[in-house]
């Protein structure tokens, strides 16, 4: 390891494209991946931890990279909800990656975030994928966390956008609003990004095919892999967004903005996350008047060099 190399904690509910962000990330230059933290979301946790075991597999970093298995419900919502339409019913698109050597680690999601930022005050950076349970329930374990992690880069929510679950919902903050609310008010470092700027940064067939021509003999895996689990996402986006051929990177977005952040512009802006309401539950409420009082700050990406994040995605891999 570089002693100058962002040091980053994953925590995800690995369908397509949180699959696609892990393989950015071990790929990318100055990053280092100390754990990868898995929850419920796109599929069940047991599934979220098997395909990142098997991905690991594939993409064979050269140093070794704890998986834990984390929370299979929200805080209060009721369990089982996952989205098989969008990520296949096994999360990946259908995909069957060889089994990995490799078991998930005793400690729980949460106990393996917390233990870790223990270890290493003030340095690391948690980019968060899926719902906001595992990191709510670290909170719980540990109050003081928000002063020990570096930031809190969280995929998830939008304020000038429409939601992808609901009119107003984002998928990962929809999933567990209560977990949400908890971490966006709990006085992390915290960077919001949503949909406001994932949307914009598609990834295309085109790109895919440039991937397979131009990329390095070793990654041709690893990219066979995205091209067969693309197709199952891309189709989810044709039918539902009318995009044609390709479908944003949500997951991968974030990650990005974590290691480059002037891929994105943002704006401070005090946050809170409906609960209660029957047609608004997990949006995320933005307090955008002159004298803003409801809600803590955080930071909010609202604007993304489109063009140079997938850039910066595919270049990896060349
Ligand atoms: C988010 O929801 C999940 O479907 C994706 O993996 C991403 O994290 C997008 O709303
Ligand atoms: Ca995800």
Request: glycine share 8%; net charge negative.
């Amino acid at each position: 390891m570089d002693s100058k190399d962002t040091r980053i904690i994953i925590d995800c509910d690995t369908g397509i494209d949180d699959a696609l962000a892990i393989l950015y990330a071990l790929r990318a230059p100055g990053v280092r991946v100390e754990a990868i933290t898995t929850g419920f979301g796109n599929i069940g946790v047991q599934q979220a931890a098997e395909n990142t075991l098997r991905l690991l597999a594939l993409a064979q970093p050269d140093y070794d990279i704890p998986v834990a298995v984390g929370a299979a419900q929200a805080l209060v919502r009721e369990p089982g909800i996952y989205s098989p339409h969008v990520h296949g019913a096994n999360g990946i698109g259908g995909v069957t990656l060889p089994p990995s050597n490799q078991q998930p680690v005793s400690e729980t999601s949460a106990e393996l975030i917390v233990r870790l930022a223990d270890e290493s005050p003030g340095e690391l950076v948690l980019v968060t994928l899926g719902r906001l349970t595992n990191l709510a329930l670290a909170l719980e374990l540990d109050p003081e966390l928000p002063g020990k992690l570096q930031k809190v880069v969280v995929m998830g929510g939008t304020i000038y956008k429409p939601g992808n679950v609901t009119p107003v919902a984002e998928a990962n903050i929809w999933g567990d609003p209560e977990a949400a609310d908890r971490v966006f008010t709990a006085g992390f470092e915290l960077l919001m990004v949503g949909l406001d700027v994932t949307l914009q940064t598609l990834i295309k067939g085109e790109h895919i095919a440039m991937l397979k021509r131009l990329g390095k003999a070793g990654n041709l895996p690893v990219i066979d892999f995205m091209e067969q689990t693309l197709q199952h996402y891309f189709r989810f986006y044709r039918e539902a967004n009318y995009v044609l051929d390709g479908a944003p990177l949500h997951d991968p977005l974030a990650l990005m903005a974590a290691l480059q952040p002037d891929l994105i512009t943002t704006r401070r802006m005090k946050v809170r996350v409906e609960q209660q309401g029957e047609f608004t539950a997990g949006m995320v409420v933005a307090d955008l008047r002159a004298q803003p009082k409801a809600g803590e700050y955080i930071e909010v990406a609202v604007d993304v060099d489109a063009e140079r994040a997938v850039g910066a995605f595919l270049s990896v891999f060349i």
